[in-house]
């Protein structure tokens, strides 16, 4: 597919048209178990990232740029570490949510590695047969807002508030040590949409 | 000779337990004094990690510039509750400061080993597995070192489960480190070069008179908790091939003078025997 006239300077490909390797990475619009217990289909629709140095250079946000959401570590599949990488479409809409968030705490969000997109072949992720909003790409996992950093319950819970207050309809995981909770960062999430755009 | 040296040092300095092993790689001669004896292995089982990471690495698993999360949150080998590396117990700031982003494996190594930073090696065990671990450890022929865990772990601790190591054992680790241990060649030169950047001088180089000091190469690790002083490595005197040697000490915990300098006693007697019988 051609670039489009969206402001994003990135190639919108079907998963469906990538090498097999890359598919079984990032298994487009298969339908997988959400970590909600519910059949959800994986995103389809990617952006194409030539390189690191490209997605330091694209903005999503004024404030929000592409490589912020890209960290990963050496468990993630090898053939999601190679460039060109792939983000799931809806990745844009999470850094939207992320500039308003921004923008209320006046301060820098920092996403953690491995908290931001994940490829559902990444290892950091328990096999249990359930996928996280990860893999959708709109989820994001906050280390640090300015100099606080998220790893105490009062960090976590001031900023689980300002989430829920200025991004309705946000999901965030409450404090603690267990499943579906966090004790060193803050996880937030808009479930497990998937963006299909014009020209897709 | 070498043995009624080690205990008249260990009697003299009051400690409770004292292990030494040497191996000549220039002569082939070996002695041990309670070699076998097992200790708590503190930070001198960063040297089973290293193993294990240079394994990997040869076996092309992983990658020295391989980036890995740097996250202090760790589960415990005992019951698998969440523990975090303390920052004040730990001597290394650089990677705490990286805390949310990424490190390259060989860098976590290099502060895992001299700087002994408790927080990259829990990740490095986080990342490469304890059994991996005790291949490696086995494969460069360190029968005797067992690791089972990180380090910080207090639940696994108090539930007896600790990482040992004799003095036999880590000998054994660096010979093989030394002679090759199966490891492609800048693998094994990284390894050694990790641990000649070693940062705490005050056991095994310590020992060697200071004139010899100068033109020596130490690649070496330390390891100290509130009842063990340990230091195991390759002495590298000039003109010669080197020496591996283990010096395990064990003392009554509120007896904190003069481990340090037991150590280096110990040092100097194996020097000594090594250099002239």
Known sequence: ?200 | MLDAQVRQIAEDAGASAVAVAVRDLETGEAATVDGDRPFHAASTMKVAVLAALLAAVADERHHLDDRLHVRNRFRSAADGSPFRVAQDRDANAAVFAKRGRTMPLGTLAEHMIQTSSNLATNLLVDLLGVEAIREATARWGGAGVEVVRGVEDEAAYEAGIVNTATAYGLVGLFVGLEEGAGLPDEVRQFGLDVLFGQEFASGIPAGVPGEVREGSRFAHKTGSISTVQHDAGLVYLPDRRPYAVAILTEWEADATNGRRETVASLSRAVYDHVTHG
């Open chain 1, 1 to 200: 597919m051609d670039r489009l006239h969206h402001g994003l300077d990135l190639r919108l490909v079907d998963g469906l048209d990538l090498s097999e390797d890359l598919r079984r990475t990032h298994r487009p619009g298969e339908t997988v178990r959400g970590e909600d217990g519910r059949d959800h289909d994986l995103p389809r629709f990617f952006y194409e990232v030539p390189s690191w140095e490209a997605a330091i250079a694209t903005p999503l946000a004024p404030h929000v740029s592409l490589y912020e959401l890209l960290s990963i570590d050496v468990r993630e599949a090898a053939a999601a570490r190679a460039w060109p990488r792939y983000v799931p479409c809806a990745a844009v809409l999470l850094a939207s949510a992320l500039e308003v968030l921004r923008q209320s705490v006046g301060e820098r969000v920092l996403i953690a590695a491995n908290g931001g997109y994940r490829s559902p072949a990444h290892a950091v992720d328990p096999r249990d047969g359930t996928f996280s909003p990860h893999h959708w790409g709109t989820a994001a996992d906050l280390y640090r807002v300015g100099d606080t950093w998220l790893e105490d319950e009062a960090s976590i819970a001031r900023y689980r508030d300002v989430v829920l207050d200025v991004l309705p309809g946000a999901f965030v995981r409450p404090y603690g040590p267990g499943d579906g909770e966090t004790d060193d960062h803050l996880h937030l999430d808009f479930g497990y949409a998937v963006s299909v755009p014009h020209g897709a």
